[in-house]
């Protein structure tokens, strides 16, 4: 067990739908990092917050956006749903920021868009 | 354009063998690079850091090489196990947008130790 909490584990809704996914990170961690990844894809980095404030983006498209929150936990939003988002979303937390900290992985969120 | 590379072919190795994985890395300048397991389904989990004046780390069965000349690092596992199958991946830090360090990930390599 991580420490990290992802809810919920598994998500089904249908394309134009709109979902929230939400992590709480490690405690004590300030640093948290949403990933996407498809089947059988490897790991796309889709932002990072500290302690609140957005720290790095990456391929995240638009319609997704996210934001930590006071108590450091952080949440995912993603709308006008379609097909192609269907994917485990992970979400991770770090101590700090930068490349010198482990990050610690929650079990993901399996979203389905049928 | 910055990329990291991981032998996208599964690696196939006989119980007992030393596995070695392989991420190379271009317009990067990492001072840290970090080896992850992932089993399927479930998410990364973090298995070793080397830092860039480090040439060798060890732990247990496993052991991470970091040259930043070749801008490249190896990752072995000594007698490997059955239950050593999984994706090992690499994560590198390079600069994000806003100026501030960003973790990338590579694709990874599966492993499979075949009894």
């Known amino acids: 067990d991580s420490g990290v909490t992802q809810t919920p584990k598994h998500l089904i809704t249908a394309t134009g739908q709109r979902v929230t996914l939400r992590c709480s990170p490690r405690?004590?961690?300030?640093?948290v990092y949403w990933y996407q990844q498809s089947l059988d894809q490897g790991l796309q980095f889709l932002i990072q917050y500290y302690n609140g404030e957005e720290r790095a983006k990456g391929n995240i498209l638009e319609r997704f956006s996210a934001q930590q929150f006071p108590d450091l936990h952080s949440e995912l939003n993603l709308s006008s749903l379609e097909l192609g988002d269907s994917a485990l979303y992970f979400c991770?937390?770090?101590?700090?920021?930068?490349?010198?900290?482990?990050?610690?992985f929650g079990p993901g969120t399996r979203l389905t868009v049928l | 354009s910055q990329k990291i590379e991981q032998n996208s072919e599964a690696l196939n190795i006989q119980e007992g063998k030393t596995a070695t994985l392989t991420c190379n890395y271009t317009?990067?300048?990492?001072?840290?690079l970090q080896w992850y397991r992932q089993d399927p389904g479930r998410g990364p989990v973090f298995l070793l850091l080397i830092r860039e004046n480090e040439k060798e780390k060890r732990k247990e069965r496993l052991k991470v090489t970091f040259d930043t000349t070749l801008k490249q690092s190896l990752f072995h596992i000594t007698a490997s196990q059955p239950a050593d199958s999984a994706t090992y991946l690499c994560?590198?830090?390079?600069?994000?947008?806003?100026?501030?360090?960003?973790?990338?990930f590579g694709t990874g390599t599966k492993l499979q130790v075949i009894p």
């Open positions: 405690s004590g961690d300030l640093s």
């Open positions: 994560a590198l830090e390079g600069v994000g947008s806003g100026g501030y360090q960003k973790v990338t």
């Open positions: 317009n990067y300048s990492p001072a840290y």
């Open positions: 991770a937390s770090s101590a700090t920021s930068g490349g010198n900290n482990e990050q610690f």
